[in-house]
């Protein structure tokens, strides 16, 4: 994945997760079913770009971004005008999952539309997430930032857009300290979302 991208990181994942961010990205707009042919797609991970791609219903979807049978499902999400955003839903190997989601192929509004719509879903399931970034352009890309967020063992090179992270992560990640930030519970935020002072 590249280009723009929203990653997030969470301890504990299972099929009410995944059916309670569906449904909160559905009521803002962003649907898991093609807004003319109605289908939704699955993608085969590999290599090749896109992949396989194959048809599945609502509740298969459901269960296997549950992550109930595999450790990785690719998919796609749908904006009204037919923009795709492919998806992923991974188990890592210390078993945070981490949601990442693809902005590349969005307009400037849609881009945003987005956003706002993934950023309110995790929110709703905050205790679950450990924290999230915000990259619209992608600059920083290159970043673990698994090993950021998760960890607090890595530094990046490029700022994101916005960054959230665990209060513990935001005290010992040196550089974070004299960022302008925020806090909204439980994570401590910074990047464009910081309100001026």
Known sequence: MSDGFFYSYHVGWSRPDAESLLGDLEAAGVRPAHPVTRRIT???PGAEQPGTQSWVTRDQLVLLAGLQRLDQVDFLLWVSSGAEIPTRVRRTDDGTVALQFALGALSG?????VVRAIREAIG???VLCIGFVVDREGASAATDWR???VKGVVYFDCWPDTLAVRAEVASMQPQLSGVSSFEQSPWVVYGSEVPSR
């Open 42 to 44: 699955l993608v085969s």
């Open 109 to 113: 509004d849609e881009r945003e539309t």
């Open 124 to 126: 709703r399931a905050s």
């Open 147 to 149: 090993g950021f967020i």
